[in-house]
């Protein structure tokens, strides 16, 4: 399932759940040590499997021992470039000059 900004978040949390059992199996965990690696609970990671709501520092804890820390950067990229907001921030940019015409030399350009 692709999860795009249309998709109602308990979908997303399903998906999520799915997508971390997998990638448990594949890896070879049981639930009950993939649990231990991670220092949280099996009730816990039963819950996420099954597209409960958790906490992100219990998903940071399973991506860390599931070897996948790196994909936490994919989560939210440190330098995003999105050309819509580029142009919002020079529409709003041109909307703080004076409407007069008069310029004072105190405006920000």
Do not use: F
Request: no cysteine; aromatic share 4%; hydrophobic share 40%.
């Amino acid at each position: 399932m692709k999860i795009d900004h249309l998709t109602p978040e308990s979908a997303m949390l399903d998906e999520l759940g799915r997508r971390l059992a997998q990638i448990r199996k594949q890896q070879g965990y049981t639930q009950e040590e993939l649990a231990a690696e991670a220092g949280i609970g099996v009730a816990t990671l039963r819950r996420i499997e099954g597209g409960q709501d958790s906490q992100l520092e219990t998903w940071l804890k399973l991506l860390r021992a599931l070897g996948l820390a790196y994909a936490i950067d994919a989560l939210l990229p440190e330098n995003h470039a999105s050309p819509m907001a580029e142009v919002r921030a020079a529409s709003r940019r041109k909307r703080r000059k004076p409407a007069s015409g008069i310029v004072w030399g105190d405006e920000s350009e």
